[in-house]
């Protein structure tokens, strides 16, 4: 089974923390993402990468960025953390070739409070 | 720019009913389209994969039709069980990134 894992369920930051969000994939998928889901806005992407250390923008990269230096390993990172990025944070990986080719795995999310 | 519209945004329906989820997208030139299912405080959880030049998938009591041409997508689910009780959401890839509908939640009771 595909596992993705984000490196906490739930977190609580100040306004003006650096805040570093990890994901973590175990089946050697060359694409990953980030995304953010909040109520009546559904899901909406941060920014993804197709391979190691390259990053594209999605539709909402202000405020964040990334980090991709080894392939299973996909860093979000709030440079200065700011009360309307609370949200919950939710990391996918998909494979570019394959049976299960494109079909996007997700983590557990991590709710992120920024006070 | 593509739009997903799920409707409808909540059903509560009996155990034992037969659901039709409905999925709709403003432009036909998609790679795929793909079904999740979500539950509360969870991450997603991918049910169904539909490639943009077939017209179904079927995975147990679940079923999943596309047609391109009228922007539409229908996820079936048979026999409805309260631990299908979640929200359903269902993506649109384009050819770098998914759209995401808004889901339809679906409570079933006993």
Known sequence: DVKVTQSSRYLVKRTGEKVFLECVQDMDHENMFWYRQDPGLGLRLIYFSYDVKMKEKGDIPEGYSVSREKKERFSLILESASTNQTSMYLCASSSKSGRARDTQYFGPGTRLTVL | ?110
Do not use: H, M
Not at chain 2, 62 to 91: E, F, H, M, V
């Open chain 2, 1 to 110: 720019k593509q739009e997903v519209t799920q409707i409808p945004a909540a059903l509560s329906v009996p155990e034992g009913e037969n659901l039709v989820l409905n999925c709709s997208f403003t432009d036909s030139a998609i790679y795929n389209l793909q079904w999740f299912r979500q539950d509360p405080g969870k991450g997603l959880t991918s049910l169904l994969l539909i490639q943009s030049s077939q017209r179904e998938q079927t995975s147990g009591r679940l079923n999943a039709s596309l047609d391109k041409s009228s922007g539409r997508s229908t996820l079936y689910i048979a026999a409805s069980q309260p631990g299908d009780s979640a929200t359903y959401l269902c993506a649109a890839r384009r050819p770098d990134k998914l759209i995401f509908g808004t889901g339809t939640r679906l409570q079933v009771f006993p």
